[in-house]
C-alpha cells in the first residue's frame, strides 16, 4: 500500500481496516482540506486530520455517533480504532477515521435547487435528532457561555468595527468606491446590524427552551456537500462551534439564496420543508430572522479592504452587486418574516 | 534678482474637501468651491444626462479699503436617470463563499485590536459616471421638467456662498470656472462649482519708483497624495511683514511669511475634484537697495506676474512668478481732503480733555449723590479709615 506523505504512519495501524496490498492512499488536495482518501476493492474510507482541541473532537464524535443512534445518517460513518478510541492523537493532532461513498454521488452543485432542498431537509433531521438527544452538561468544550451570547458579542464587535472605519472615513477624502460606497450605505447597515442584535436580545431572553445546543456544522461550502440520489452527505463536521440548528439554516440559506436571487417562493418553500416535523419556537425564529439580516458580506468586503487582500476596484464592484443583492433580500425576509409570525 | 530654489522639491498638501464650501482668500483673488452631496435616487444611479445653470447671482454688501464682501447664490438644474434594480441582473461568482468567510470569522480569535488604518491612499478608477465643465459651457435655463425626456429625473441645488476678496485695486466680476458633478456612491450624487474673484491690480508707476524692486522666481512643488488633471491657479498669502533698515549699506530688508496654494482639478474622479493644496509656508525676503532715508514705510504694493506654472508628470508644479514689490513713504490719505470726518473730530476733542487734571470725588460722593440714595444719609458725616 502506498502511503501518501505527511500521514503518520501509526495512523492507520490503530484501526482494522479492509485494505488490500497496493492500495494507494491520497490526499485530496483538490476538494478537501485535511483528508486522505482510500479506494479500495470492497470499502472506500476517508482519514481526516483535526487540528486544534482534542477534547472538542472527543465530544463532536461522541455527538456524532449519539445522533446515528438516533437514526441521523447524513454524516460520514466513522470508525473506532482498535482500542475503541473515537481517534487516534499524533502530536498536537488528531485522525479518525470514516467511510466514504462507493458511487453515486456528486459534490453540491450551487446551483441547482434540489441540492439545496436536500441540505434544508437534511438539516431539519439533524434538529429532530438532536431534540432526542439527553441533555449532558458541557464540560470538554471551552464554550461555558451560552451560544447566543457568544453570538451577540460577535456581531456587536464587528458592527463596532465597521462605526470605527466609518468615523475614520469621515476625517478624510474618500479615495475610491469602495470608501464612496461605504459612507454612503453604512448607516443603513448598521442599522440593519442593530436590529439583528435586538432580535438575538430577544432570542436569549426568550423563554422558550429549544433544546441541547448541539455542534454546527457550519460549513456548507460546496465540497464539504456530496449529493446523492436521495439525499445529502456532510463531509467535515469538525467546526466546533456550538448553537442551535437553526444557525445552520440561516447560514445556509444567506450562502446560496442570492444565487437564486432571494427567491421568495423557493425560500418559502424551503422553511417550509424544515418546518416538516416541528415548527419553529420563539427563540430560533428570532435567531433565523437576525441572523439572515445581519450584513455579513459588508463586514468581510470591510475587512477584505482593510487587508489590503483584493484588488479595491473588485472589491468596490462586490460590494455594489451586493447593495443591489440588498433590495430582492429585504423582498424575501419580509416574506419569511410574515410566514413565521402568521401575518 | 532672480530666486532658484535648488533645496529640492517644496510640498503642496492637499486640504479635505470641506462642504457646502470651501474657500481660499489669497492676496488680490479668492476661489470659492461650493458642494453638495446628497442621496438624490431612491433606485440606483443609471445615467448622468446634463447640468443647467439656472442662476448664478451676486452682490456686493460691504466694501472697506482693502476688503470687500460678497454674497451670492448659484443655481443648477442635474438631470439624471435611474436603474430599475428589479430588473438589474446578479453575476455572483460565487457569494458563499465571502458569507462562509464571515460566519467563520466570527468565531476566530483576533491577535490585536484594529487600532489604526493605513494611511497609504487606495485610488482606483471610478466605474461611475461624471461630467467636467467649463463654466462658460454651461447651458443656461429649463425653468421646469416639462420639456424632460421620459424617464429622465431632475433636482434643483441651489448652493449659497460668500466670501471676502481682500487686496488692493478694481473688483472683477465673479466667474464661475467651472463645474464637476459626479455619481459618488450607487444613489449619491456630488456636485461642485469652482468660482473666481479676483481684483485687477493697478500699480501705477509714481515718484517713489526709486523704492521698487522685482524679484523673479523658480520653485518646484510637489503635490503630495494627488494627481493633477489641470492647474487652475496657484494664489499666494502673505503675512507678518517686518522691515529692517541697514543705514551703512542703505538697505531696507523686508520679511514675511508667504503660503504657496494650488487650486487644481484632481485626476482622480469619483469623489471631490476641485481642490486646495498648501504648503507649510516659507520666508519671503526682499532686499531694496539705496534706500537713502531711514523712514518706516508707510505701505507695501505687490504685485506678481505670474507665468503659467509648469506640470511635470501628474504632480509637479514649476512655479514661475515675477514679484514687483514697491513701497511708499507716505500714507495715501495725505493726499486727501484735510477736513477730518466727524468721528476724528470727536476723537481729537476728546484728548484735549483729557489733557486736563482729573477731579477727584470724596469719599463716599458717588453714593451719596445716587438718586435712590436714601435722604437721610446726606446728613451723615463719611468717615473713610485708611489701612
Not at chain 1, 490503530?14 to 483528508?35: A, M, P, Q, S
Not at chain 1, 438527544?133 to 451560544?147: C, G, M, N, S, V
Not at chain 1, 446560496?256 to 430560533?284: G, M, V
Request: hydrophobic share 35%.
Amino acid at each position: 500500500m502506498g502511503i501518501a506523505a505527511n500521514l503518520p504512519d501509526q495512523v492507520l495501524l490503530e484501526y482494522v481496516l479492509e485494505i488490500d496490498d497496493g492500495e494507494v492512499v491520497f490526499k485530496d488536495r483538490e476538494t478537501i482540506k485535511n483528508c486522505w482518501r482510500i479506494k479500495s476493492t470492497n470499502s472506500n474510507y476517508a482519514i481526516w486530520e483535526y487540528q486544534g482541541n482534542l477534547g472538542l473532537l472527543q465530544e463532536l464524535l461522541e455527538w456524532r455517533k449519539l445522533l446515528a443512534e438516533k437514526g441521523f445518517t447524513d454524516f460520514l460513518h466513522f470508525y473506532k480504532t482498535k482500542s475503541e478510541k473515537n481517534f487516534v492523537q499524533v502530536k498536537q493532532n488528531g485522525y479518525y477515521v470514516t467511510t466514504w461513498p462507493a458511487e453515486g454521488y456528486a459534490f453540491f452543485a450551487p446551483e441547482k435547487r434540489s441540492g439545496l432542498t436536500k441540505v434544508v431537509e437534511a438539516l431539519s433531521r439533524l434538529r429532530t435528532a438532536g431534540k432526542l438527544l439527553a441533555k449532558k452538561k458541557d464540560t470538554q468544550t471551552e464554550y461555558l457561555e451560552r451560544a447566543e451570547v457568544y453570538w451577540l458579542k460577535a456581531y456587536q464587535e464587528r458592527l463596532t468595527e465597521l462605526l470605527i472605519f466609518y468615523c475614520y472615513l469621515q476625517e478624510k477624502r474618500l479615495a475610491n468606491d469602495f470608501e464612496r460606497l461605504y459612507v454612503e450605505n453604512f448607516e443603513d447597515f448598521y442599522e440593519r446590524g442593530q436590529q439583528a442584535i435586538q432580535r438575538m436580545v430577544l432570542a436569549s431572553s426568550s423563554s422558550d427552551n429549544s433544546g441541547e445546543e448541539g455542534f454546527l456544522i457550519g460549513n456548507f461550502l460546496p465540497e464539504n456537500m456530496l449529493e446523492t440520489e436521495t439525499s445529502i452527505i456532510f463531509l467535515n463536521t469538525a467546526y466546533g462551534f456550538k448553537g442551535l440548528p437553526i444557525h445552520d439554516l440561516s447560514l445556509f440559506l444567506k450562502m446560496y439564496l442570492p444565487l437564486q436571487k432571494w427567491d421568495e417562493e423557493l425560500a418559502l418553500n424551503l422553511l417550509t420543508r424544515y418546518q416538516e416535523k416541528s415548527t419553529l419556537d420563539n427563540q430560533e425564529k428570532n435567531l433565523f430572522l437576525a441572523q439572515l439580516s445581519f450584513p455579513g458580506r459588508f463586514c468581510i468586503y470591510t475587512q477584505k479592504y482593510l487587508d489590503g487582500t483584493g484588488e479595491v476596484s473588485e472589491l468596490a464592484a462586490d460590494f455594489q452587486k451586493y447593495l443591489y443583492e440588498i433590495y430582492w433580500h429585504d423582498r424575501c425576509l419580509e416574506k419569511l418574516e410574515n410566514r413565521l409570525w402568521g401575518e | 534678482m532672480k530666486k532658484i530654489d535648488s533645496e529640492g522639491e517644496l510640498l503642496l498638501q492637499p486640504e479635505k474637501p470641506g462642504y457646502p464650501w470651501q474657500i481660499l482668500e489669497a492676496d488680490g483673488e479668492t476661489w470659492v468651491i461650493v458642494r453638495w452631496r446628497d442621496t438624490v435616487a431612491n433606485q440606483p444611479l443609471g445615467k448622468l444626462e446634463s447640468v443647467y445653470l439656472k442662476k448664478f447671482i451676486w452682490e456686493l454688501v460691504a466694501e472697506h479699503e482693502e476688503k470687500c464682501f460678497y454674497v451670492g447664490e448659484i443655481i443648477f438644474q442635474i438631470n439624471y436617470r435611474e436603474t430599475d434594480a428589479a430588473q438589474k441582473e446578479l453575476e455572483w461568482q460565487e457569494p458563499w463563499v465571502e458569507e462562509f468567510l464571515f460566519n467563520e470569522d466570527l468565531f476566530t480569535e483576533k491577535d490585536e485590536e484594529m487600532s489604526a488604518f493605513p494611511e497609504e491612499k487606495k485610488y482606483a478608477k471610478t466605474v461611475f459616471s461624471s461630467l467636467l465643465l467649463e463654466g462658460n459651457e454651461l447651458k443656461e435655463g429649463q425653468d421646469d421638467g416639462d420639456t424632460l425626456v421620459e424617464g429622465i429625473k431632475c433636482c434643483e441645488v441651489i448652493l449659497p456662498w460668500r466670501c471676502w476678496l481682500k487686496g488692493k485695486g478694481t473688483n472683477e466680476t465673479p466667474v464661475l470656472k467651472k463645474v464637476h458633478l459626479t455619481q459618488a456612491g450607487l444613489y449619491t450624487l456630488l456636485l461642485e462649482a469652482l468660482i473666481k474673484l479676483e481684483k485687477r491690480q493697478e500699480f501705477s508707476s509714481t515718484a517713489e519708483d526709486a523704492l521698487t524692486t522685482s524679484v523673479e522666481e523658480e520653485k518646484l512643488y510637489e503635490l503630495t497624495e494627488d494627481s493633477i488633471f489641470e492647474i487652475m491657479g496657484t494664489p499666494v498669502q502673505r503675512a507678518f511683514w517686518r522691515y529692517t533698515y541697514n543705514p551703512r549699506r542703505e538697505r531696507l530688508l523686508l520679511r514675511a511669511m508667504k503660503i504657496i496654494n494650488l487650486i487644481y482639478v484632481s485626476a482622480e474622479g469619483g469623489g471631490e475634484r476641485f481642490l486646495i493644496a498648501s504648503g507649510t509656508g516659507e520666508e519671503e525676503t526682499v532686499m531694496l537697495k539705496g534706500v537713502t532715508r531711514s523712514l518706516y514705510p508707510a505701505e507695501l504694493d505687490i504685485r506678481c506676474e505670474q507665468m503659467k506654472p509648469g506640470l511635470i508628470g501628474t504632480n509637479k508644479i514649476v512655479y514661475q512668478c515675477k514679484q514687483l514689490y514697491s513701497i511708499q513713504r507716505e500714507p495715501p490719505q495725505k493726499k486727501e481732503t484735510t477736513a477730518l470726518p466727524a468721528e476724528s473730530a470727536v476723537a481729537k476733542r476728546d484728548v484735549v480733555l483729557n489733557l486736563q487734571p482729573l477731579k477727584r470725588n470724596r469719599p463716599g460722593e458717588r453714593w451719596i449723590n445716587k438718586q435712590e440714595c436714601s435722604d437721610k444719609w446726606r446728613n451723615k458725616m463719611i468717615i473713610t479709615i485708611k489701612l
